[in-house]
């Protein structure tokens, strides 16, 4: 794809990463961050990104910072929008947006939960409004999740693929915008059998972590979940869901009392010292570079096998 003027609104956690792996991928982007100290320290958090690649810093020239909306996204084909997760103030920013780019522009929402649909629900120009859910950091986890709305054309599903394939990601398309995507449904589901097993007393937090990064997550990055019952066969898995899926924890009900107990008790996790699990300063910061090693690792390999 030939380089592209892209905007990117909010360039925080996820902004941020968004741009740089934009930028990476040869376009020029405009990052409208509105707060100064954010603003200010957005070149040292892209140079550290370039710096966990290897990456030459020039590439950097291809960002600009801004303390507008408008000349952010000025002459932009695409715009991700990474601002707070508040519906009110991605529908205003998106009000805004049609009035600063052409009715051609996509206009992209990396929201985690709101459905694209909701966001887009005041414009004239709905059929260019998507979801694109990115994994945190953004510039690491390949998946995208590119999720339709009731109101998302064809082409601008095809051109936002098309655009994050050609940067390096795995974009997948997400039919309806139901709560929560694909992703984080999944995610969800593991954690609330996870939370109900510590509950009642089966097993520790730390032993449901070993069961998962020694069991079934050692094969997760290769195998997934259809792919693991087609090859143990839908025969064993009909008769251990015959078995289990009765017991599970699978009421449509609030999440756990002992989830809430927790949040009201202050045990926030990493944070505070304690969630499921106790965490000093040294074993928190072991488990992220853990984290970001791996992930850092990953990516450097995706990287050489496509070049
Ligand atoms: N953090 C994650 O793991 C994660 C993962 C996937 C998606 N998301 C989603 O990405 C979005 C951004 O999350 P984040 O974690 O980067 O938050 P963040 O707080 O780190 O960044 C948000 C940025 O938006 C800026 N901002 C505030 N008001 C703004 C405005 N009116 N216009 C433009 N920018 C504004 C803030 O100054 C901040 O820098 C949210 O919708 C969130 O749900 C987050």
Request: glycine share 10%; net charge neutral; hydrophobic share 45%.
């Amino acid at each position: 794809m030939s380089a592209q003027k892209i905007g990117v609104i909010g360039g925080g956690l996820m902004g941020h990463g968004i741009a740089y792996l934009l930028a990476a991928a040869g376009h020029a982007i405009g990052v409208f961050e509105p707060t100064p100290e954010l603003r200010a320290t957005l070149p040292k958090r892209l140079r550290a990104i370039a710096d966990l690649f290897g990456d030459n810093a020039a590439l950097l020239e291809n960002v600009s910072a801004h303390d507008q909306l408008a000349p952010a996204v000025a002459g932009t084909s695409f715009v991700f929008e990474a601002a707070p997760e508040k519906l009110p103030l991605k529908q205003k920013i998106f009000a805004e947006l049609e009035s600063a780019v052409t009715p051609d522009a996509i206009l992209a929402s990396n929201s985690s939960a709101i459905p694209p649909t909701e966001i887009g629900r005041h414009l004239k120009h709905r059929e260019r409004v998507v979801g694109t859910h990115f994994w945190n950091p953004p510039h690491l986890v390949p998946l995208v999740e590119v999720i339709e709305s009731e109101k998302t054309s064809g082409e601008v599903l095809r051109a936002t693929m098309e655009l994050l394939r050609d940067a390096g990601k795995t974009p997948v398309h997400v039919r309806r915008d139901v709560p929560g995507f694909v992703g984080n449904r999944l995610q969800h589901a593991l954690k609330r059998e996870a939370i109900a097993l510590v509950a009642a007393g089966v097993c520790d937090a730390e032993t449901i972590d070993i069961v998962v990064k020694e069991g079934p997550g050692a094969r997760m990055a290769v195998l997934g979940p259809m792919e693991q019952s087609d090859l143990v066969g839908l025969d064993l898995t009909l008769d251990i869901a015959d078995v289990l899926y009765a017991d599970l924890d699978c009421t449509a009900g609030p999440p756990h009392a002992f989830l809430r107990q927790k949040v009201s008790d202050g045990k926030l996790g990493m944070k505070t010292g304690e969630g499921f699990r106790r965490w000093t300063a040294e074993s928190a910061g072991a488990v992220r570079e853990r984290l970001s090693g791996f992930l850092v690792q990953q990516a450097k390999a995706r990287r050489k096998s496509v070049t």
